[in-house]
């Protein structure tokens, strides 16, 4: 751990994090020089994420010095949350905010109408997010099929697909210019009359590279395919039935391809709308890792509480109790004891308002954008480092106590974050659209942002707090990292504190650890150790499926998370996991089965 001291500020920052920030997210001069440092990034961020404070502030009555004194007080706030590693803003926040581009979204849906120029619109308009750092989705369920009729020329449409191939041409190009790789979601309807095509349009060429792919599923497939029954694909353009298939064999479609390489996902379409806070605008599709159901040209502005960090030390925890007095006298702390729930609170409440000043402060890519992020100011506070706060509190993964600890971190986070958005509604109005919103049409609760919670993937955010990213297990305990040309193992520290305080550590055990990657077969680790440092791959399907469903309980938009199947997984394993996950009320499904595709990101015992 490197340490940078400023002010008596201090960012803790690994190598890992710091070759990232360098290459990407902090200022460079033209010679391609940092000329900031971490601990300046995060002062900018803060900074400017504050700045509407004034404004705010001013249009409540408050003179111009009580406001600006609101404004500092927060960019405190703001400052202290990032520093400590508690709450990271997306990506393109830190990388943007109060810079000349000052884009801050991570997830944009552009809709793609049923003509060349909605296509080709929504081509550009593409190119200019990727540009910026922001992933898109498309719906491309409108399209006609291919080999339909086109009237003006009386040629025939190449359908979705083959328009699909010319969004990801378009993406190749650009990431060559922007600031990291552009990243997109292609979604079909299950009903749409190309759908075998799309299920199989990534596996046996090499046009699709830039998109993750969905299928959109409907509770009307899902019926019939329990009840096997013959399911119709339709024309987009007329409603006309152009073909009847079996339901269970375009399932098995599915599920093939998704066993053979983790594609297609699913999305369950009917679900998403149901939850759709604004009715008015429909969803048809998702941000790249799937997790923000948006409407087309809507954003949103992700943020994430490393929940590690909240975790109180057995001492601490005791005191806690002690001051608590309870009635019933001294026990053993619990679990939900072990967590310091007033500083969760209180971060919840400013990562909120931080979420909804980044509205504000968005440079929006588009004025349709822009009109319809303002208008709904869909917000995603989500969670990282939950891995970490099981294996700190001594609770495995797959347990009944790591479901219930995952219901009572996403529950009070969730209510914490509605309470914000109506506290800030009082303050700043309630949304543009909200008046067609069932917000006012439920319950005629006034709030601030149209969705306050989603859990994003984090893939470098956890990197720079330095936790396991959002709600996955572990990858690996340990993994051995070349370096100078020798292979030195590279252990979870917290594993090497408890290897130590427990009196099992040695030089030799951790390379044997680095060499499995896990810790399960190691017999010099004791048994209960071996249990709770579980790894992804150890979880079963339905122990991760039982985890996305927890969190998706008291989540506003959707879940990122894979669930993993060992490379022996069976294609039926594969069906039941899919079906398990619509059972438990989850919104979507994205699958990997360990070795199924020729370039794994991360392999076990070996160096990422
Ligand atoms: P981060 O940790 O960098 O903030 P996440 O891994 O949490 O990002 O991803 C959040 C969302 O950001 C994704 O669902 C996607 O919409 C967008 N995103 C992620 N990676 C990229 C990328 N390389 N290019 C464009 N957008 C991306």
Do not use: Q, T
């Given at each position: 751990m490197e340490t940078e001291r400023h002010d008596a500020q201090v960012f803790e920052v690994n190598d890992n994090a710091l070759a990232v920030l360098e290459k990407r997210y902090l200022k460079k001069n033209e010679a391609g020089d940092a000329i900031e440092e971490p601990i300046d990034m995060f002062r900018r961020v803060a900074g400017t994420i504050a700045e509407p404070e004034v404004d705010f502030g001013i249009a409540r009555g408050l003179s111009g010095d009580e406001a600006r004194a609101v404004s500092e007080e927060q960019e405190k706030r703001f400052l202290d949350l990032m520093l400590s590693r508690k709450f990271m803003p997306n990506s393109p926040t830190l990388m943007n905010a109060g810079r000349e581009l000052a884009q801050l979204s991570a997830c944009f849906v552009l809709p793609v109408e049923d003509s060349i120029d909605s296509i080709y619109d929504t081509l550009k308009h593409q190119a200019v997010i990727h540009k910026s750092g922001g992933g898109t989705g498309f719906g491309f369920s409108k399209l006609r099929p291919k080999g339909d009729v086109v009237s003006s020329t009386m040629g025939v449409s190449s359908g979705p697909v083959s328009f699909m191939s010319v969004f990801d041409a378009s993406t190749d190009k650009i990431k060559q210019g922007g600031t990291r790789r552009g990243a997109n979601m292609g979604i079909l309807r299950v009903d749409h009359p190309d759908i075998e095509g799309f299920i199989t349009c990534?596996?046996?060429?090499?046009?699709?590279?830039n998109f993750n792919i969905s299928v959109a599923i409907t509770d009307e497939f899902m019926e019939r395919a329990r009840a096997d029954l013959d399911f119709d694909l339709k024309n987009p353009r007329d409603g006309e039935v152009i073909k009847t298939v079996r339901a269970q064999d375009l399932f098995r479609k599915i599920v093939e391809g998704a066993w053979l390489n983790g594609e297609p996902g699913v999305v369950f379409i009917d679900r998403i709308n149901a939850d759709n806070p604004t009715p008015q605008f429909p969803i048809e599709a998702t941000n790249p890792c799937s997790e923000a159901h948006l409407p087309a040209y809507d954003s949103c502005n992700l943020g994430s509480i490393?929940?590690?960090?909240?975790v109180l030390t057995a001492a601490q925890a005791e005191e806690k109790i002690a001051q608590n007095g309870r009635a019933s006298g001294p026990r053993a702390p619990k679990e939900t004891d072990c967590v310091d729930w007033v500083a969760l609170k209180e971060c919840v409440r400013t990562a909120v308002r931080f979420l909804d000043n980044v509205i504000e402060q968005n440079d929006y890519p588009l004025a349709e954008i822009a009109r319809m992020s303002r208008g709904n100011r869909r917000i995603g506070l989500g969670v990282m480092g939950f891995a970490d706060a099981l294996v700190k509190l001594g609770v495995p993964y797959d347990s009944g106590r790591a479901l219930e600890l995952a219901n009572s971190f996403m529950e009070f986070i969730d209510r914490h974050a509605w309470e914000a958005s109506r506290d800030l509604a009082e303050e700043r109005g309630v949304f543009?659209?909200?008046?067609?919103?069932v917000h006012n049409a439920r319950d005629g609760r006034r709030v601030r942002n149209a969705t306050v919670t989603t859990i994003a993937p984090t893939g470098t955010i956890s990197m720079i707090a330095g936790c396991s990213g959002g709600i996955e297990p572990l990858f690996a305990v340990a993994f051995l990292r070349r370096q100078a040309g020798m292979e030195m193992p590279d252990v979870n520290p917290e594993f090497v504190k408890i290897a130590k305080d427990r009196g099992f550590y040695s030089e030799d055990l951790m390379r044997s650890v680095a060499e499995h990657g896990s810790v399960r077969d190691v017999e010099e680790v004791p048994e209960d150790v071996r249990r709770v440092w579980v790894t992804s791959q150890e979880i079963s399907p339905e122990d991760h499926v039982n985890m996305q469903a927890a969190f998706q309980k008291h989540t506003s938009m959707g879940i990122s998370k894979t669930i993993n199947l060992p490379n022996e997984a069976t294609i039926q394993d594969v069906a039941d996991a899919y079906t398990l996950t619509y059972s438990v009320g989850c919104k979507g499904v994205a699958l990997y089965r360990d070795g199924s595709r020729d370039e794994q990101v991360l392999s076990k015992g070996s160096a990422p």
């Open positions: 990534k596996h046996d060429n090499d046009e699709i590279n490393n929940l590690e960090r909240f543009a659209n909200w008046e067609g919103s």
